[in-house]
Every structure is written in C-alpha cells, then in structure tokens.
T-cell receptor, first 115, second 114 residues
Framework: EAGVTQSPTHLIKTRGQQATLRCSPI?????VYWYQQALGLGLQFLLWYDEGEERNRGNFPPRFSGRQFPNYSSELNVNALELEDSALYLC??????????????FGPGTRLTVL | AQSVSQHNHHVILSEAASLELGCNYS??????LFWYVQYPGQHLQLLLK??????LVKGIKGFEAEFIKSKFSFNLRKPSVQWSDTAEYFCAVNAYTGRRALTFGSGTRLQVQP
C-alpha cells in the first residue's frame, strides 16, 4: 500500500513569493493534515481538510491556506513568503473522522527554503 | 490549550541498555496518545498509539508505552535497545474535542552506541 506522498521534495523561493506544496493521501483516506516543522519550534499543526472542506486551523496567519480536491489530494499555499517560513512541511492523512479514532500517517515532507 | 512535554532532549545509551522516554501532557479531558519515530533520513512513522482500554500498549520493534491517567503521562519503554533504534522520538496528543489536530512534544534524540 502506497503511503502519503508529497511534492516537491525541496522548494527554494525568495521572500515575497508564493509557494505551493502538494500532498496525496493514502488510498481510502479522506482527511489531510498539514504540519510545519521549523527549527527550534517543533511540529506545529497548520490545517485539517476533510471531504473538501477546511475543518480546523492552527495558529498561523491567513497567508497560509490550502484546499482539498475531489480525489482527496491537497495543496498548501503560502503567500508573501517570509524568511521564518523556511521549514519542513509535513502532510498526514487519516481515515474519515469517526468517534475518537484518528491515526495520522505522515509523508516525507517538503523542505521549503526562503531566501 | 493542550501541551506536551518530553523531558529528555538527548539520550545516549549503549546497546542492550533499557530505555524509558518521558512524556507528559496537559489536558483534563479524554485524549488519544501516540509515539512517532523519525529514523535518520526517513519520515515520521507511527510506533504505537493509545485510544482506550489496556493502558499498557505494545508497538512495533519491541516498544511499549504505559498510559497513567493520574500522572498525565505516556512514557515509552524498550527493555533492550539496538543501534538501529537511533532516531528522534516524538510524543503526540490528540484531545478528543473533534479538532483532530495533534500536539507534539519537542522530541527526544536517542543515540545508541554499539
């Protein structure tokens, strides 16, 4: 069974530009989550999408946005890039929300570098 | 807001030594608990999880964790570590509020010396 995939592996942008990161969930998973792993800040929750809708958002500014497509893949967009946006962006997926159970499986991440 | 504390930032052990990594969380309600591992050059992998039932849970590669509700703890243990256990270990909590977001600890880097 294929795991969560993310593209690109690395992305280099300059300050002020926009970055688009992509994620394909495990087959059968409808929920996609985005996390930021920045140096010194640890893993922080960004966004949760399920069935095409944004369900929950972490403590990040509105220039972090995304969407989920009908095939459940997802995009994370970061506008007006700042130097501190440099981080590893992880995508995770899970089965549809059902009661308590919520096991998230992670992809390899996209390393975003802002110059 | 919930938070997760991992007490040990860097642990160095010799092969065959026993391991215990601490994890405490702050949330008074029902929680789901996880340990993830990140081996060098690899992505985050699920080691084990606790939702309910027996508070002693077993995971992959001989790891286990015990949920102690009264102490808000979910410590990870392995009786005898191997060089291949060298990795970073993350404790994560999902408060059962419907929000589904995982809150991670800062991670513990384990170095096992042969």
């Amino acid at each position: 069974e294929a795991g969560v995939t993310q593209s690109p592996t690395h992305l280099i942008k300059t300050r002020g530009q926009q970055a688009t990161l992509r994620c394909s969930p495990i087959s059968g998973h409808t929920s996609v989550y985005w996390y930021q792993q920045a140096l010194g800040l640890g893993l922080q929750f960004l966004l949760w999408y399920d069935e095409g809708e944004e369900r929950n958002r972490g403590n990040f500014p509105p220039r972090f946005s995304g969407r989920q497509f009908p095939n459940y893949s997802s995009e994370l967009n970061v506008n007006a890039l700042e130097l501190e946006d440099s981080a590893l962006y992880l995508c995770a997926s899970s089965l549809a929300p059902s009661g308590r159970a919520n096991t998230q499986y992670f992809g390899p991440g996209t390393r975003l570098t802002v110059l | 807001a919930q938070s997760v504390s991992q007490h040990n930032h860097h642990v160095i052990l010799s092969e065959a030594a026993s391991l215990e990594l601490g994890c405490n969380y702050s949330y008074g309600g029902t929680v789901n608990l996880f340990w993830y591992v990140q081996y060098p050059g690899q992505h985050l992998q699920l080691l084990l999880k606790y939702f309910s039932g027996d508070p002693l849970v077993k995971g992959i590669k001989g790891f286990e964790a015990e949920f102690i509700k009264s102490k808000f703890s979910f410590n990870l243990r392995k009786p005898s570590v191997q060089w291949s256990d060298t990795a970073e270990y993350f404790c994560a909590v999902n408060a059962y509020t419907g929000r589904r977001a995982l809150t991670f600890g800062s991670g513990t880097r384990l170095q096992v010396q042969p």
